[in-house]
C-alpha cells in the first residue's frame, strides 16, 4: 500500500518570504512523487516530479521539491513566495512498475499575505 | 498547449438515475485515468485504464461504475444508479507514460 502525509492543513507566510509545504511518503518500493496545485474551481495543474536521478528537482512556477530517502520526503519550496502563489497544493506519490495510480496527501492550502 | 477537456462542468441528478461524465485526454495519450475529491477531502484514485482495458481499479469503483473509451478520443465514466455519496468533483487524467498525469478541470456531480 501506498500513503501520503500533508501534516499541515495550512501554511501561511509573507511575500518574499521562502516557503516549505511538506510531505512524507510511504511505499513498498521505489516511488515516484508528485506536487500538484489546485486553485478555488480549478483542476488540478502539474508543478513537478521526481522519478530518478537528482533528488533537487525543479518545476514550475520557481518551485523545487528536495527527495530524501531517508526521510521518506518530498518537501516543496520555493525561495520567495508570491501572493498569486495563494492555493492547494497536493503531493503524491505512484509506484514504480505500480500501474500509475496517483496516492494523493490530503492537501496543504498555503496563504501568502502582503 | 494541449489540455484534458471534460463535460459538462455540472451535472445535477436525482438518485437512482444514470450519469455520464464524458472527457477528451490529450490526443497522444496512451493512459487514461478518473479521480474524485468530495468536497473538503482528498482526491482519491477511481480507475485506470490502458490498451482499452481497464489496468487498475480502487475498491470505490464499484459494479456501479463502469468506463468506456468508444470512438478513440472520449473517454467516459457511467455510474448506473446514483447515490447521494457520489456527489463529488470527478476529475479526467491522461499521461503518455508513468510521468505526470494531466487533468481536467472536472465535473461536479450533485445528487439529490
Known amino acids: 500500500a501506498q500513503s501520503v502525509a500533508q501534516p499541515e492543513d495550512q501554511v501561511n507566510v509573507a511575500e518574499g518570504n521562502p516557503l516549505t509545504v511538506k510531505c512524507t511518503y510511504s511505499?513498498?518500493?521505489?516511488?515516484?512523487l508528485f506536487w500538484y496545485v489546485q486553485y478555488p474551481n480549478r483542476g488540478l495543474q502539474f508543478l513537478l516530479k521526481?522519478?530518478?536521478?537528482?533528488?533537487l528537482v525543479k518545476g514550475s512556477y520557481g518551485f523545487e521539491a528536495e527527495f530524501n530517502k531517508s526521510q521518506t520526503s518530498f518537501h516543496l519550496k520555493k525561495p520567495s513566495a508570491l501572493v498569486s502563489d495563494s492555493a492547494l497544493y497536493f503531493c503524491?506519490?505512484?509506484?514504480?512498475?505500480?500501474?500509475?495510480?496517483?496516492?494523493f496527501g490530503t492537501g496543504t492550502q498555503l496563504k501568502v499575505e502582503l | 498547449e494541449p489540455e484534458v477537456t471534460q463535460t459538462p462542468s455540472h451535472q445535477v441528478t436525482q438518485m437512482g438515475q444514470e450519469v455520464i461524465l464524458r472527457c477528451v485526454p490529450i490526443?497522444?495519450?496512451?493512459?487514461f485515468y478518473w479521480y474524485r475529491q468530495i468536497l473538503g477531502q482528498k482526491v482519491e484514485f477511481l480507475v485506470s485504464?490502458?490498451?482499452?482495458?481497464?489496468?487498475?481499479k480502487s475498491e470505490i469503483f464499484d459494479d456501479q461504475f463502469s468506463v468506456e473509451r468508444p470512438d478513440g478520443s472520449n473517454f467516459t465514466l457511467k455510474i448506473r444508479s446514483t447515490k447521494l455519496e457520489d456527489s463529488a468533483m470527478y476529475f479526467c487524467?491522461?499521461?503518455?507514460?508513468?510521468?505526470?498525469?494531466?487533468f481536467g478541470p472536472g465535473t461536479r456531480l450533485t445528487v439529490l
Open positions: 487524467a491522461s499521461s503518455l507514460d508513468v510521468n505526470e498525469q494531466f
Open positions: 511505499v513498498s518500493g521505489n516511488p515516484y
Open positions: 521526481y522519478i530518478t536521478g537528482d533528488n
Open positions: 503524491a506519490v505512484s509506484l514504480t512498475g505500480g500501474g500509475n495510480k496517483l496516492t
Open positions: 490526443s497522444n495519450h496512451l493512459y
Open positions: 485504464f490502458y490498451n482499452n482495458e481497464i489496468s487498475e
